[in-house]
């Protein structure tokens, strides 16, 4: 499977190579870490991911191009998905999977539309690791480890080429506000049309480029401006999911057909350059039979020295 993930990772690369020959270079970086622990403190369900994108382009002017492929982001992601309780499976609860995601993305300008379009492959089972990375990490903070009759029900092996296609446009409320409408839809892993809204205050995204979390829906930075102080943000959306590699037709229970997303965060950035963010998502019933929904964190801390 590592032969095959490299494989994919170089093919993926070939275009963004060819593009930094001409005048293209490494213009951004972003990442979130994203887990339940710093939510509701709780060890189920949409557990822990990691998401994180590379940023190729022309010297960023303060707004996206209105060329397709002039801007080429890398994205990467990992994720673990886990039953409410680990110590013993649940025929009721949805199974343990893993996911490793590797993903060509684009942004640019359609008109006053941001347009957001690429495709990941998501390698999904055991033959990401991250089983036993997870049950490594558990063993060294003394906590629960997933127990065999957990793993033996996991999600199983495959690849799931992935596309994915989001749609928005920022309005002014005032000099310091301002709302983004978005419409998002992904064929793949998981496919799904989502409608939604991320509502700013300050100064964050302003000038900037940004890319959206696959769990949380929160937005993270890729390209950033120079500014200092504090910012807020608001989002909430609304999904119709048609189908979900993470919940097997044969068994277990079964997807269900919304979700629903709301969150909050605050961005910090300090004049040396120094930024942090920290942000909360309540996430709804995911399946037939759950009971409530929960509350996951996310978190990016970044120094410059």
């Known amino acids: 499977m590592f032969r095959f993930l490299t494989a994919a990772l170089v093919s993926l690369l070939i275009p963004i190579a060819s593009a930094q020959a001409g005048d293209r270079s490494l213009i951004g970086y972003g990442r979130l870490i994203t887990n339940d622990f710093i939510g509701d403190g709780k060890d189920r369900w949409r557990t822990g991911s990691v998401a994180s994108s590379r940023v190729w382009g022309p010297e960023w002017a303060g707004e996206l191009p209105t060329g397709v492929g002039e801007i080429l982001e890398l994205?990467?992601?990992?994720?673990?998905?886990?039953?409410?309780?680990?110590d013993?499976?649940?025929?009721?609860d949805r199974r343990y999977g893993t996911s490793l995601s590797i993903g060509a993305h684009t942004q640019y300008l359609a008109g006053q539309t941001e347009?957001?379009?690429g495709v990941d492959l998501v390698f999904v089972g055991p033959q990401t690791g991250l089983s036993q990375f997870q049950g490594a990490l558990h063993n060294a903070l003394s906590v629960p480890e997933p127990v065999d009759s957990v793993l033996n029900n996991q999600i199983g092996n495959s690849i799931n080429p992935t596309a994915a296609l989001e749609l928005g446009r920022s309005f002014d409320l005032s000099e310091r506000s301002h709302v983004?409408?978005?419409?998002e839809a992904r064929a793949g892993a998981e496919t799904y049309v989502r409608a939604g809204f991320d509502l700013t205050f300050g100064s964050l995204g302003r000038g900037e480029l940004m890319s959206r979390d696959l769990v949380s829906g929160q937005r993270y930075r890729t390209v950033a401006n120079d500014w200092s102080g504090l910012s807020a943000v608001l989002g909430a959306d609304f999904a119709y999911v048609g189908s979900s590699v993470y919940f097997p037709e044969t068994r277990g229970p079964s997807v269900s057909k919304t979700r629903e997303r709301v969150r909050l965060g605050i961005h910090w950035q300090g004049e040396n350059e120094a930024a942090l963010f920290y942000g909360m998502t309540w996430l709804g019933?995911?399946?037939?039979?759950q009971d409530g929904g929960q509350v996951i964190g996310s978190a990016r801390l970044n120094f410059r020295f």
């Not at 994205?75 to 680990?86: D, F, H, K, M, V």
């Open 88 to 92: 013993a499976f649940n025929r009721n």
């Open 115 to 117: 347009v957001s379009a």
């Open 285 to 289: 019933e995911e399946f037939e039979g």
């Open 180 to 183: 983004r409408p978005f419409l």
């Open 75 to 86: 994205r990467l992601g990992a994720e673990i998905i886990a039953p409410e309780s680990l």
